[in-house]
């Protein structure tokens, strides 16, 4: 385990016992709030504890570790080719214009999928090669990473289910890929999104933090 994942780690084992503490005191201000004479105390105590609560919580946000994306995008890309290559799929030219700089707050892992679940979606839909450009930017503690294709885009009749589970319009697919990678953006505080390129294409559009 990397030092950086450690005290991740420790911290939100801290944390954990932090708000095993406030849930003690919330429980105990209900127990107090029976009895009329000690409600507005119960109040106080209550509103003070959650507000504690509240404050254990971005601290566990704030410490949350970051990680170099075009790494974990190389890596995805990687996984991508052996995929083609292994099932005799038509090369797909993949293009990764990530500053090396650039560091996502989040689970590298959870990244891994989200992006070769992309990669492969659009690999999937151009059986007949294509291009896949990854690219992403920072604007403060904000960054915008963006997977376009050259694909037939995606049905604009379907667009706004794809995400759901289940949903697919591949016979042997099960239909899930999409909602993982919604559901893992999320889980890190970021929101993803589809469209067609103006020129044709679709594209995908993920908020993350920094
Ligand atoms: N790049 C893309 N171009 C065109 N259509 C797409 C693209 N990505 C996704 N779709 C559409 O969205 C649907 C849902 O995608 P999703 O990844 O959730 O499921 P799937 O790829 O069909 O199955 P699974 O990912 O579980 O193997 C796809 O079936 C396809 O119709
Ligand atoms: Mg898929």
Not at 1 to 26: C, K, P, W, Y
Not at 42 to 61: D, P
Not at 123 to 141: T, Y
Request: with cysteine; hydrophobic share 45%.
């Amino acid at each position: 385990m990397s030092e950086d994942a450690g005290r991740d780690l420790t911290l939100r084992g801290l944390i954990h016992d932090l708000n095993n503490v406030f849930q003690t005191i919330l429980d105990a201000a209900d127990l107090l709030a029976q009895d009329p004479k000690w409600a507005a105390l119960a109040g106080n105590i209550e509103r003070t504890a959650e507000r504690g609560h509240r404050l254990s919580q971005s601290i566990s946000e704030a410490t949350r570790s970051t990680f170099p994306l075009g790494v974990i995008a190389d890596i995805a890309i990687q996984f991508a080719r052996d995929y083609l290559y292994a099932t005799k799929h038509h090369p797909i030219e993949f293009q990764s214009d990530v500053p090396a700089s650039l560091r996502i707050r989040g689970n590298p892992v959870a990244w891994e999928r989200i992006l070769v679940n992309l990669l492969l979606n659009s690999a999937q839909a151009m059986p007949c090669g294509g291009w896949v450009k990854l690219a992403a930017a920072q604007e403060g503690s904000k960054a915008t990473v963006r997977l376009e294709d050259n694909g037939p885009g995606i049905p604009v009749s379907i667009l706004s289910r794809i995400f759901e589970p289940h949903f697919s319009t591949k016979p042997a697919n099960s239909g899930i890929g999409l909602h993982i990678v919604k559901s893992l953006v999320e889980l890190d505080g970021g929101a993803v999104a589809a469209e067609n390129r103006p020129e044709g294409g679709a594209a995908f559009v993920i908020e993350a933090r920094c």
